[in-house]
T-cell receptor
Framework: AQSVTQLDSQVPVFEEAPVELRCNYS??????LFWYVQYPNQGLQLLLKYLSGSTLVESINGFEAEFNKSQTSFHLRKPSVHISDTAEYFC????????????????FGQGTILTVHP | NAGVTQTPKFRVLKTGQSMTLLCAQDMNHEYMYWYRQDPGMGLRLIHY???????AKGEVPDGYNVSRLKKQNFLLGLESAAPSQTSVYFC???????????FGPGTRLTVL
């Protein structure tokens, strides 16, 4: 069975500072990796995903994550955060079926609350 | 397009009562999912469906049943609610398994 661990439950940072949210996973098969963001009282929105190819993936609002197979990690980074980045961030994985398909059964980490202070 | 909608937004039940949560999507997605979110535990998959007329168990299916009679709707039922089912329930849909999942706004359920 797969599992996901987000190493920090809360990360406070100042505006324009860099940030890294850590995510480690375990699985006995190939996985697909995702970061979702949840703003207060809303559903989750996809931030970025790794399916295959380049191990560095980027989002449209400046976040990036790197898939490290040897360390089974998928850490999320942003070089300069804004107040509007304050939210809860979830790392998630889904296992690949034979042939590379997936049912999309996501296993989520516990979440990391990012708070950006002025 | 409304995307993914959930009905109701809030509900309070007494132990032993039953209810049905409705999820509707207007994106013609094949896959639909029900998750529950509890503090400090992230989201956990309850049941999912890979197409009209199909359902399958997720990580925490006990105490819940689901139906997917129409492609656009995915119903989650609680036959006899328990306080342990107090949670926020999210529905999601995607066009295929590795695609982005689109989430609804959630239903906050309290069981007394």
């Amino acid at each position: 069975a797969q599992s996901v661990t987000q190493l920090d439950s809360q990360v406070p940072v100042f505006e324009e500072a860099p940030v890294e949210l850590r995510c480690n996973y375990s699985s006995s098969v190939s996985v697909y990796l995702f970061w979702y963001v949840q703003y207060p009282n809303q559903g989750l929105q996809l931030l970025l995903k790794y399916l295959s190819g380049s191990t560095l993936v980027e989002s449209i609002n400046g976040f990036e994550a790197e898939f490290n197979k040897s360390q089974t990690s998928f850490h999320l980074r942003k070089p300069s955060v804004h107040i509007s980045d304050t939210a809860e961030y979830f790392c998630a994985v889904s296992e690949a079926n034979a042939g590379g398909t997936s049912y999309g059964k996501l296993t989520f980490g516990q979440g990391t609350i990012l708070t950006v202070h002025p | 397009n409304a995307g993914v909608t959930q009905t109701p937004k809030f509900r309070v039940l007494k132990t032993g009562q039953s209810m049905t949560l409705l999820c509707a999507q207007d994106m013609n997605h094949e896959y639909m999912y029900w998750y529950r979110q509890d503090p400090g535990m992230g989201l956990r998959l309850i049941h999912y469906s890979v197409g009209e007329g199909t359902t399958a168990k997720g990580e925490v299916p006990d105490g819940y049943n689901v139906s997917r009679l129409k492609k656009q709707n995915f119903l989650l039922g609680l036959e006899s609610a328990a306080p342990s089912q107090t949670s926020v329930y999210f529905c999601a849909s995607s066009s295929y398994g590795v695609d982005e999942q689109f989430f609804g706004p959630g239903t906050r359920l309290t069981v007394l």
